[in-house]
Each structure stands twice: as C-alpha cells, then as structure tokens.
C-alpha cells in the first residue's frame, strides 16, 4: 500500500506551548487529508478535512482556532495545536487519499502535555 | 441514523474459527468500502477494499458485499491470536474525495 509518514512520532510539551505535527504522503498524490483524534479505547474521532490549496473544514466542536491545519501542497499537511493544555493530550493520527481511492494511515503522534 | 454502523462488540473467537464482522452504512449509492484494522496503540492499517457486489478473498480475509442490503462484512478464517484488534469499516459515500465514513469499530478477541 501507499506510504503516509507522520512526524513525531510523540512528543512531550509543556502547557501553552504550540506544537506541529506532519503528515507526508510519499508516494501518491493527496488530494485529501483527515486529521483524528483519538482518546484511550475510544473511536477515531474526526476533526477536519483538508484539500490541497483549500481551507480545512472542521468537524462539530474542533476549535479552527486552537487546530490550525494547513495542507499547501500534494504531499503534505500539517496540524498545529496552539496553547496546547493538558486536556489536548491524546493520539493525534492523520490520513490521506488520492481522489476517492483508499485512505492510508500515518504512523500517529502521541502528544502528551505537562 | 449514523452514515456507517458496526457492532462495537467485543467479539471474541476461539483461535481457529471464523471471525465475522459485520457494517451496515445509510447511503445507497455508496460505491466503495473499505475495512482497517486498528491494533492497540497503532494507526489504522488497511486490510481489504471492496467495490462489487459478492465475496473478495485476500488470504484468511474475505470481504462480502450486499450493495441491496446496504450492507459490508469482514470474515477472518482460522482466526489467530495476532488478529485480536479492533476493526474499521469505511465507506465512501457518493463521489468525492471527502466522502469518507468510519465507522466506530468492532473490537475483535481471538482466544488461544
């Protein structure tokens, strides 16, 4: 399958500081990616949807503000938590895809925030 | 009703039998699926895709598809311990890059 790295893998941050996380697509071509989140034994949960040269659109209740998402090129996206607070530790995963083909996964990002 | 629907589980199957996941989704011109598989602390990784009605055999895994039914399934033969993990359904809605619904996951236990 295609290859979506994401990076760092985890990181340790300390309270209202910003941290960015990267997704690349190294493949294929994304014309589309999707930032998650995901708290322990719980589901995937969307939180925006970003084309390539477009705005992000942002699920229900996900600050644009505080999740800046910028997706400036086919290959790569990125995701700023700003102000990070401990209550925005989680495992932050993003996706890509191709047009309306399969999504493909990066690695996740564990952020923790002190 | 929500766009992709999955039994949230747990299931749990001895090692050896068959495990069968089950997805129902509400669009009816959905055209393609998707099913992931999620272990523990890791990102989602892509297992089987499926587009036409029927059965799609990969391996232990074949994917069924009831386009009239609305609805997708997953079955694992001979279901090993390593398959234990929580499995996704995707399905993409109507055309569009955007398009794309997960459902909520079934957590799959494969018993030694």
């Not at chain 1, 229900?60 to 700023?80: C, M, P, R, W």
Request: hydrophobic residues 35%; charged residues 20%.
């Amino acid at each position: 399958g295609a290859v979506v790295s994401q990076h760092p893998s985890w990181v340790i941050c300390k309270s209202g500081t910003s941290v960015k996380i990267e997704c690349r697509s190294l493949d294929f071509q994304a014309t589309t990616m999707f930032w998650y989140r995901q708290f322990p034994k719980q589901s995937l949960m969307l939180m925006a949807t970003s084309n390539e040269g477009s705005k992000a659109t942002y699920e229900q209740g996900v600050e644009k503000d505080k999740f800046l998402i910028n997706h400036a090129s086919l290959t790569l996206s990125t995701l700023t938590v700003t102000s990070a607070h401990p209550e925005d530790s989680s495992f932050y995963i993003c996706s890509a895809r191709g047009g309306d083909a399969e999504a493909f996964f990066g690695q996740g990002t564990r952020l923790t925030v002190v | 009703q929500k766009e992709v629907e999955q039994n949230s589980g747990p299931l749990s199957v001895p090692e050896g039998a068959i495990a069968s996941l089950n997805c129902t989704y509400s669009d009816r011109v959905s055209q393609s699926f998707f099913w992931y598989r999620q272990y523990s602390g890791k990102s989602p990784e892509l297992i089987m895709s499926i587009y036409s009605n029927g059965d799609k055999e990969d391996g232990r895994f074949t994917a069924q598809l009831n386009k009239a039914s609305q609805y997708v399934s997953l079955l694992i033969r001979d279901s090993q311990p390593s398959d234990s993990a929580t499995y996704l359904c995707a399905v993409n809605m109507r055309t569009g890059a955007n398009n794309l619904f997960f459902g909520t996951g079934t957590r799959l236990t494969v018993i030694p």
